[in-house]
């Protein structure tokens, strides 16, 4: 039997404050973004112009086709090598250095932005790299493939290991043994993962800028462009839509750690 | 080790030897097999033969090497030394799958993501079964270890029990040479363990498998297999059946780890006969039945194991009596432990020892039953004596 959760008042107060600090502005955005007036600031009614506005806005469409295509690409590349990292670092033999190697994996958690934007900025001017989609792409899957080993390396640490030893023992050679028995279980982890390397692509500003060239910006480029010259409704519509679609991304990803879970071991972080 | 004082093979005889009698090439053939982690020697040069048919366990306390020995069988470790022959062939260093042994684990290891149906055709699959064959194989494990109605089920929606039969079918179900069972029942409450023993052993008999246990469970061992080793520090103790691990024990070490005994450490004083003639400190002069000459110093231990301990108000007086009850030992109760089917009393001697004496409640109402402070007279046969080198 659950005992009904009583708040208090400093409690309930405390919750709403909160939530508000977070929220407020976000709601704020959203409201304004169905503005009917010009002024971005002065409310005049309800209406669906911005967003059409931003729909016939070619720049703003291919930043947005752009970031799109970066945030698939990377996440999808970024999570191919995060998982191998999370088995090699969790499955393979011990081997010397194995400690520093994966704090050497996930020195992009901590490290600032701007410092991993510089030095990949600094690599492909060195390497006479072009600047643009594929250099955008490769620089997310750098920062975001660490984010994929933590979570998948996570669901392999609670995973036992005699269901593969199991597998082998049922005629399994190693391959086939993680083919059919530990890639279905660390599946939903490896999902988590894949929307989580997709919403932090899509969202970054600061190593996107250093590594993009021009006339490749993605929308947060384009859309901190635009607000230096003022901000327009048309950037809530925009605005809006990118929290809708990040919504929908993160309900899967904890949908699929929630999955996870329920099959009898711990889930992945989220 | 007590080697010199090997049991001989008369002796050994006297308490009953290993059912199996020999029938030619044993199945299983383990030829100083070692294994070390960094300096740890986890397994240090263990010979053993395993004959086809066999139901064997592997007893001792954890970190004795019983399991990584079972997981060298199973092809998860590779022995640094020695050879390991399944029917004459070196399978020391194949790969798992590559072996005509199965292994129950400890844990089940039941893959969490397929029905039970999924779980008892994996390994068929593996082996490139048709599928009718695989559907008829299923059916018959399912109820041979009797899981009828069960077979859509997902392991968390099963008992402890359910997943402990679905192991086992697994397991049986590519019809393995060499059955590895590792702490099979060690998840079960006591009851369950119980009957679970008892329908191993059934299976084992019909299936003509042969099993290999491993346990730290000395009664579990005792109950189900027909042959124990015994392993301390990586090196195989005693290998003998249960009967004669009780009984004749190779060394102290066997004689406290399977079962409760008594012993009294003591010098050899002289010899009359087959008897032995033992002065011990804590419980006097005793006289034991050892035709051999005790080897390496004089030192020796004196065991009793508690059911051979009989009490009595008072020293026997005929003739017959005073030659059987020839180890009486005087004492007092110090303490009373009623375990529903036998009591076991501590008797504190007046040689200054304590002995412990278990004693059969064969009848209802205790009229027979002692009370603490009341002076007794411990008794017990040589033959009951095990002789140990201290």
């Given at each position: 039997?659950?005992?009904?959760?009583?708040?208090?008042?400093?409690?309930?107060?405390?919750?709403?404050?909160?939530?508000?600090?977070?929220?407020?502005?976000?709601?704020?955005?959203?409201?304004?973004?169905?503005?009917?007036?010009?002024?971005?600031?002065?409310?005049?009614?309800?209406?669906?112009?911005?967003?059409?506005?931003?729909?016939?806005?070619?720049?703003?469409?291919?930043?947005?086709?752009?970031?799109?295509?970066?945030?698939?690409?990377?996440?999808?590349?970024?999570?191919?090598?995060?998982?191998?990292?999370?088995?090699?670092?969790?499955?393979?033999?011990?081997?010397?250095?194995?400690?520093?190697?994966?704090?050497?994996?996930?020195?992009?958690?901590?490290?600032?932005?701007?410092?991993?934007?510089?030095?990949?900025?600094?690599?492909?001017?060195?390497?006479?790299?072009?600047?643009?989609?594929?250099?955008?792409?490769?620089?997310?899957?750098?920062?975001?493939?660490?984010?994929?080993?933590?979570?998948?390396?996570s669901r392999l640490?609670s995973l036992d290991?005699?269901l593969?030893?199991?597998?082998?023992?049922?005629?399994?050679?190693?391959?086939?043994?993680?083919?059919?028995v530990t890639l279905p279980l660390i599946a939903p982890a490896i999902i988590a993962?894949?929307?989580?390397?997709?919403?932090?692509?899509?969202?970054?500003?600061?190593?996107?800028?250093?590594?993009?060239?021009?006339?490749?910006?993605?929308?947060?480029?384009?859309?901190?462009?635009?607000?230096?010259?003022?901000?327009?409704?048309?950037?809530?519509?925009?605005?809006?839509?990118?929290?809708?679609?990040?919504?929908?991304?993160?309900?899967?990803?904890?949908l699929a750690s929630k999955l996870s879970s329920s099959q009898g071991e711990s889930a992945a972080?989220? | 080790?007590?080697?010199?004082?090997?049991?001989?093979?008369?002796?050994?005889?006297?308490?009953?030897?290993?059912?199996?009698?020999?029938?030619?090439?044993?199945?299983?053939?383990?030829?100083?097999?070692?294994?070390?982690?960094?300096?740890?020697?986890?397994?240090?040069?263990?010979?053993?033969?395993?004959?086809?048919?066999?139901?064997?366990?592997?007893?001792?306390?954890?970190?004795?090497?019983?399991?990584?020995?079972?997981?060298?069988?199973?092809?998860?470790?590779?022995?640094?030394?020695?050879?390991?022959?399944?029917?004459?062939?070196?399978?020391?260093?194949?790969?798992?799958?590559?072996?005509?042994?199965?292994?129950?684990?400890?844990?089940?290891a039941l893959f969490p993501h397929l029905s039970?149906?999924d779980n008892?055709?994996?390994?068929?699959?593996?082996?490139?079964?048709?599928?009718?064959?695989?559907?008829?194989?299923?059916?018959?494990?399912?109820?041979?270890?009797?899981?009828?109605?069960?077979?859509?089920r997902k392991p968390d929606q099963l008992?402890?029990?359910?997943?402990?039969?679905?192991?086992?079918?697994?397991?049986?179900?590519?019809?393995?040479?060499?059955?590895?069972?590792?702490?099979?029942?060690?998840?079960?409450?006591?009851?369950?363990?119980?009957?679970?023993?008892?329908?191993?052993?059934?299976?084992?008999?019909?299936?003509?498998?042969?099993?290999?246990?491993?346990?730290?469970?000395?009664?579990?061992?005792?109950?189900?297999?027909?042959?124990?080793?015994?392993?301390?520090?990586?090196?195989?103790?005693?290998?003998?059946?249960?009967?004669?691990?009780?009984?004749?024990?190779?060394?102290?070490?066997?004689?406290?780890?399977?079962?409760?005994?008594?012993?009294?450490?003591?010098?050899?004083?002289?010899?009359?006969?087959?008897?032995?003639?033992?002065?011990?400190?804590?419980?006097?002069?005793?006289?034991?039945?050892?035709?051999?000459?005790?080897?390496?110093?004089?030192?020796?231990?004196?065991?009793?194991?508690?059911?051979?301990?009989?009490?009595?108000?008072?020293?026997?007086?005929?003739?017959?009596?005073?030659?059987?009850?020839?180890?009486?030992?005087?004492?007092?109760?110090?303490?009373?432990?009623?375990?529903?089917?036998?009591?076991?009393?501590?008797?504190?001697?007046?040689?200054?020892?304590?002995?412990?004496?278990?004693?059969?409640?064969?009848?209802?109402?205790?009229?027979?039953?002692?009370?603490?402070?009341?002076?007794?007279?411990?008794?017990?046969?040589?033959?009951?004596?095990?002789?140990?080198?201290?």
């Open positions: 039997m659950r005992k009904a959760l009583r708040l208090s008042r400093f409690n309930i107060a405390s919750l709403a404050l909160g939530l508000a600090f977070l929220y407020l502005p976000i709601l704020i955005l959203v409201i304004y973004s169905f503005n009917a007036s010009r002024l971005v600031t002065v409310w005049g009614g309800w209406s669906l112009r911005w967003y059409h506005e931003f729909f016939n806005d070619r720049a703003m469409i291919d930043a947005a086709w752009m970031s799109l295509r970066v945030a698939v690409s990377s996440a999808t590349i970024a999570t191919l090598l995060g998982t191998l990292a999370a088995v090699a670092l969790s499955r393979g033999e011990r081997f010397r250095g194995r400690t520093l190697f994966s704090g050497m994996l996930y020195a992009p958690l901590v490290m600032p932005e701007v410092i991993t934007g510089l030095s990949l900025l600094l690599l492909f001017v060195a390497l006479n790299a072009e600047r643009g989609f594929w250099t955008v792409t490769i620089a997310h899957t750098t920062l975001t493939m660490c984010f994929v080993a933590v979570v998948v390396q640490g290991r005699s593969e030893e199991a597998a082998m023992d049922l005629g399994c050679d190693p391959v086939r043994a993680f083919l059919s993962g894949w929307m989580l390397a997709f919403t932090l692509s899509l969202d970054d500003l600061v190593i996107a800028s250093f590594t993009t060239g021009p006339g490749s910006a993605t929308l947060p480029i384009r859309i901190y462009s635009e607000v230096r010259l003022g901000v327009k409704p048309e950037i809530n519509a925009i605005c809006t839509l990118v929290i809708a679609l990040i919504a929908v991304v993160i309900v899967i990803a904890s972080p989220l | 080790m007590t080697d010199e004082l090997h049991r001989t093979d008369a002796a050994a005889d006297a308490v009953g030897r290993d059912p199996h009698p020999s029938a030619g090439q044993p199945l299983l053939r383990i030829e100083g097999v070692a294994k070390a982690f960094g300096t740890f020697r986890a397994v240090d040069g263990v010979s053993l033969d395993i004959k086809s048919g066999e139901f064997f366990a592997l007893l001792g306390p954890s970190g004795c090497g019983k399991t990584t020995l079972l997981r060298m069988l199973a092809g998860f470790e590779a022995p640094a030394e020695g050879r390991i022959l399944l029917g004459g062939k070196d399978i020391a260093h194949a790969l798992p799958h590559q072996r005509p042994v199965n292994m129950m684990f400890q844990n089940y039970v149906r008892i055709a994996f390994g068929l699959k593996r082996a490139g079964l048709a599928r009718d064959d695989i559907a008829r194989r299923v059916a018959e494990m399912v109820a041979l270890v009797k899981l009828d109605g069960l077979e859509q008992s402890g029990g359910q997943r402990q039969r679905v192991a086992l079918a697994r397991a049986l179900a590519r019809r393995p040479q060499l059955l590895l069972l590792d702490e099979p029942l060690a998840a079960l409450d006591k009851k369950l363990r119980e009957s679970t023993q008892a329908e191993l052993m059934e299976l084992q008999r019909r299936l003509g498998t042969t099993f290999i246990i491993v346990t730290h469970d000395q009664e579990e061992a005792m109950t189900m297999a027909s042959r124990i080793g015994v392993m301390k520090s990586g090196k195989l103790a005693q290998v003998a059946s249960p009967r004669e691990l009780y009984e004749a024990p190779r060394s102290r070490w066997i004689a406290e780890f399977v079962g409760d005994v008594n012993v009294f450490e003591g010098e050899f004083k002289l010899r009359d006969g087959h008897r032995l003639v033992i002065a011990t400190r804590e419980a006097g002069t005793l006289v034991t039945a050892e035709p051999r000459e005790p080897v390496g110093g004089t030192k020796l231990a004196v065991a009793i194991r508690p059911e051979k301990v009989k009490l009595a108000r008072r020293a026997p007086v005929s003739e017959t009596g005073r030659e059987a009850a020839i180890n009486s030992l005087d004492g007092v109760i110090a303490d009373i432990c009623y375990l529903g089917g036998s009591t076991t009393y501590k008797v504190k001697l007046d040689a200054g020892g304590t002995v412990q004496a278990s004693v059969v409640n064969s009848a209802r109402l205790d009229v027979d039953a002692y009370s603490v402070n009341q002076n007794v007279v411990a008794w017990f046969t040589p033959d009951d004596c095990v002789v140990l080198q201290s």
